[in-house]
Nanobody, 128 residues
Framework: QVQLVESGGGLVQAGGSLRLSCAAS????????MGWFRQAPGKEREVVSA????????YYTESVKGRFTISRDNLKNTVYLQMNSLKPEDTALYYC?????????????????????WGQGTQVTVSS
């Protein structure tokens, strides 16, 4: 099991930027793909982005392509989500999660059930 702690959320005006961080501990971080999810009130949790264990492959949901960038630093056991040109519809609780299977990457096929460890979430609020 891995422990995940997100940070970096906050309140920002539309068009602004935020950088989310997710610090991991407890197992070999570099062996696991990571994902960022979000959940807005009354909506299902959706995958926003994912990155393979070595960072070679990334996935973005269509609505954030060109605005969000996922990256990871395996020496620091941290995954990041740089969010630019934020929109009010990006408002949600953002979670990071670790794939439940080592050396596995599903890209666009990822669903929440593929991830075995979750952080507590960090709130992102974008005002218009």
């Amino acid at each position: 099991q891995v422990q995940l702690v997100e940070s970096g959320g906050g309140l920002v005006q539309a068009g602004g930027s935020l950088r989310l961080s997710c610090a991991a501990s407890g197992r070999t971080f570099g062996n696991y793909a990571m994902g960022w999810f979000r959940q807005a009130p009354g909506k299902e949790r959706e995958v926003v982005s994912a990155i393979s264990w070595a960072g070679a492959y990334t996935y973005y949901t269509e609505s954030v392509k060109g605005r969000f960038t996922i990256s990871r630093d395996n020496l620091k056991n941290t995954v990041y989500l740089q969010m630019n040109s934020l929109k009010p519809e990006d408002t949600a609780l953002y979670y990071c999660a670790a794939d439940g299977v080592p050396l596995n990457y599903r890209g666009s096929d990822y669903v929440a059930g593929d991830f075995g460890s979750w952080g507590q979430g960090t709130q992102v609020t974008v005002s218009s």
